[in-house]
């Protein structure tokens, strides 16, 4: 029900706005003036800043602002500004060979940092996340580089001939290459139980067969070595080190030896460009299993010749 005539409401010494609803009347109260104060200055607020920024969407833009700004403008200039610093530090990191980046703590925490940005896209597909490789429960086959196990050596510049031209990798001159022979139908069974028991026992989870050291001095020495210490050389792991990337039953190292598996690596010369790869190499390398260099070997930079006189 609407009643049509105002009245004054002595308790509160309000008007009415006179309109009443079951018998509840609403009060005509003033706003606060510091809220109607606030509500115009929002008001022209709203105006400067449509004025001053983009505000109004078009068809395929929107108005551009009195100011020009633009978020998207923003992010350009912060990425710029980051761009320039990073090549200030590229630039610099390609000017210092790798075996003397140790001794610049600065920079080989900083091609550490990079070459962990770089890992985690290029390299996490086979050796994980935590570089850990098989180790850490996935496909066999894949390196943990955590460990101080290296093929081909485990230094700065050894790391970083590695990934420049990978192992077994079709089309590079320099790729690291070894093949270890298929000796399926060479041994009787019981002749490939004797050689893994000699192969088990050079780590110490086997005791030495005879027959089996007859058959490993015959066939494995010359790559192995005598011992089973492997030779870089040739690529030929450490057999006393328990490090199996194929597995390390008595299975797994008879089948290896019957039909042995050997993985591929890709050269990442040509894809990555050679900072990446030296930030890449300092990040592998810091990991726990890397070797130690002698930075006074390295011979200096032309930079570094000028600077030193």
């Known amino acids: 029900m609407t009643v049509e005539n105002k009245r004054f409401d002595e308790p509160t010494g309000t008007h009415t706005v006179g309109h009443e609803w079951d018998g509840i009347e609403e009060l005509d109260t003033p706003l606060p003036r510091w809220w109607l104060w606030v509500f ?26 009195y100011l020009g700004w633009s978020s998207r403008g923003e992010l350009e200039k912060e ?30 925490a900083q ?25 850490a429960g996935g496909a ?9 196990d290296w093929l081909w050596g485990g230094d ?18 320099n790729t690291h290459l070894s093949v270890m022979p298929a000796f399926a139908g060479m041994f ?3 002749q490939l139980a004797a050689l893994t028991d000699q192969v088990l026992s050079f780590s110490g989870r086997g005791k030495a067969n005879p027959t089996g050291a007859q058959l490993y001095a015959d066939n494995c020495a010359a790559c192995h070595g005598p011992t089973g210490q492997g030779m870089r050389e040739f690529g030929a792991p450490d057999l006393g ?10 299975e797994d190292i008879a089948a290896q030896i019957l039909n042995p598996r050997m993985g591929v690596m890709p050269a990442w010369q040509g894809r990555l460009d050679p900072v990446t790869i030296k930030m890449l190499a300092a990040y592998v390398h810091s990991l726990g299993g890397g070797e ?9 930079t032309p930079d570094e010749a000028d600077a030193a006189q």
Not at 40 to 65: E, N, R
Not at 84 to 107: C, K, N
Not at 156 to 173: C, F, M, S, V, Y
Request: proline share 7%.
């Open 40 to 65: 115009y200055a929002t008001i022209v607020f709203s105006i400067g800043y449509v004025i001053a920024y983009p505000a109004w969407p078009m068809i395929d833009s929107a108005t551009k602002g």
């Open 79 to 108: 990425l710029a500004a980051v761009e320039d610093g990073r090549s200030a530090f590229r630039a610099q990191l390609a000017r210092i060979p790798i075996e003397r980046l140790p001794g610049d703590s600065t920079m080989m």
């Open 111 to 135: 091609a550490v940092a990079g070459g962990r940005a770089a890992f985690q896209v290029n390299c996490v597909q086979c050796h994980g996340s935590g570089a850990a490789g098989s180790a």
């Open 140 to 148: 066999k086959g894949y390196p943990n580089l955590n460990d101080d």
């Open 156 to 173: 700065l510049k050894a790391i970083e001939r590695t990934i420049q031209h990978g192992i077994r990798h079709p089309g590079d001159d």
């Open 188 to 190: 009787e069974a019981p």
């Open 241 to 250: 080190d328990a490090i199996w990337i194929y597995g390390d039953s008595r």
């Open 292 to 300: 130690d260099v002698v930075p006074e070997t390295a011979p200096a």
